[in-house]
């Protein structure tokens, strides 16, 4: 499960990947999600969606000196049609999280999230004594990747994105459909 | 006008307005009925020409609600400070003063959505930021059972 340019070993966490691998033995298949997870993980287009701070990285890691697009993120789309990922990036209050659920729902599957720096993972430095805040993005819709740090570097979001595409390369056609049947938000 | 001399020349226009020196500023108790007297005179007045509101602050004293509205003069330069409070915490209400200041209406809105303080003869004041159904969350009393407190 190596990713461009970056070799297995330089990835945190590769056990806990291997336990996520969810194609079994059916070759067919497993040939077959090969294919698309291939696919898929090498065109992963992110949503342009980003509600503070966090936001201000989130373009830096599109920008040049970071450029994601060398790994599949090619283009932020406007619309969630046309989206593949959202990074929820800065934090999401009442107000906004009817509008993030709305956005979710109406991204085509298959589609991803990475919630990114610590508002979107607990509601961060304000979780406390706070009438607005959504504790973490998690109550909300479901979440593929966290990146941690407030807000995270480029680099920081650079590795989440490749740990999503090492995540993608470990799921199968067959589960997609169960994994999101079994989310129940509101 | 120098701060001592705002403060003679407020205080000559009604004996009701306590005067408080000693401050960055001065500052004036006015009670909520003669707040909006005493913002257009300020407007008004050659000597004063208070044409500039910097801010209004809405502050939950408990059991009282206040205002604290920041005046500025372009042409002289100066500054007051202009302050009202009421008991009733029920309907509070203060008489708008976005007629004499356009940028009154936004800042009466913010107030009213945080702390709910009604200003009469505001032309539109609606929720600013909030909805609705949402309290008054700067209110010391206001009661939200998702707040994670200390």
């Not at chain 2, 001065?26 to 500039?52: G, I, M, N, W, Y």
Request: glycine share 6%.
């Amino acid at each position: 499960m190596g990713i461009k340019g970056m070799k297995n070993e330089e990835f945190g966490d590769n056990e806990s990947l291997e336990l996520l691998k969810e194609s079994g033995t059916n070759v067919l298949l497993t040939t077959i999600d090969d294919v698309i997870n291939w696919g898929r993980k090498n065109s992963l287009w992110p949503l342009t969606f980003a509600t503070s701070c966090c936001g201000i990285e989130m373009m830096q890691t599109g920008a040049p000196k970071h450029d994601f697009a060398r790994f599949g993120m090619e283009v932020y789309r406007a619309s969630p049609r046309q989206a593949d990922v959202i990074v929820v990036a800065g934090t999401i209050v009442k107000k906004m999280a009817p509008v993030l659920k709305r956005l979710y729902d109406q991204m085509s599957e298959p589609k991803y999230v990475v919630a990114m720096g610590a508002c979107t993972i607990t509601g961060g430095p304000f979780y406390r004594d706070s009438y607005t805040i959504v504790r973490g993005v998690e109550l909300i819709i479901p979440v593929d990747v966290f990146v941690p740090g407030c807000p995270p570097r480029p680099q920081a979001l650079l590795y989440g994105m490749l740990q999503l595409q090492r995540l993608i390369e470990t799921q199968t056609i067959k589960s997609r459909k169960v994994r999101n049947a079994s989310h129940n938000y509101k | 006008m120098d701060n001592k001399q705002l403060g003679e020349f407020i205080k000559s226009l009604d004996a009701d307005f306590e005067i408080k020196e000693g401050k960055q500023f001065t500052e004036v108790t006015v009670p909520p009925a003669k707040l909006h007297s005493l913002a257009s005179q300020l407007r008004e007045k050659e000597e004063t020409l208070f044409d500039f509101l910097v801010s209004i602050t809405g502050v939950d004293y408990v059991p009282d609600l206040g205002l604290i509205y920041h005046l500025r003069s372009t042409k002289h330069g100066h500054m007051v400070v202009i302050k009202s409070r009421t008991s009733d915490r029920e309907n509070p209400q203060f008489d708008s003063v976005s007629d004499i200041w356009e940028a009154a209406d936004l800042h009466e809105r913010e107030a009213f959505d945080l702390l709910g303080t009604r200003f009469v003869n505001h032309p539109d004041l609606r929720r600013l930021f909030l909805n609705s159904s949402w309290g008054f969350p700067l209110r010391k009393d206001y009661v939200d059972d998702d707040i994670i407190t200390w």
